[in-house]
């Protein structure tokens, strides 16, 4: 079992950056593919971005040149900058890693962008 926590969420203005972090617990988290995403109210959850265990990333349309996704093992922590921030974005965020074909979710955390 991975347990997945996610934190950094807040209350931004529009044009403004913010730093999501992910702690995922387990001595092997070099071997974890990590994701995030996001579920806006009354949408479906969204695939933003993806960080492979050799450092490879992917990114969903919506969000790329905006957003880098990035690991730091030695922290077992996975990071999403966000930058130049939209209303759009309002979202709750989650982590997930992918351990042995098996995902394994965080509880969220709330990004809001409003004036």
């Known amino acids: 079992q991975v347990q997945v926590v996610e934190s950094g969420g807040d209350l931004v203005q529009p044009g403004e950056s913010l730093r999501l972090s992910c702690v995922a617990s387990?001595?092997?988290?070099?071997?974890?593919?990590m994701g995030w995403s996001r579920q806006a109210p009354g949408k479906q959850r969204e695939s933003l971005a993806r960080i492979t265990s050799s450092g490879m990333t992917i990114y969903a349309d919506s969000v790329k040149g905006r957003f880098t996704i990035s690991r730091d093992n030695a922290k077992n922590t996975v990071y999403l900058q966000m930058n130049n921030l939209k209303p759009a974005d309002t979202a709750v965020y989650y982590c997930?890693?992918?351990?042995?074909?098996?995902?394994?979710w965080g509880q969220g955390t709330q990004v809001t962008v409003s004036a």
């Open positions: 997930n890693a992918l351990v042995d074909s098996v995902a394994y």
């Open positions: 387990g001595s092997g988290f070099s071997r974890y593919a």
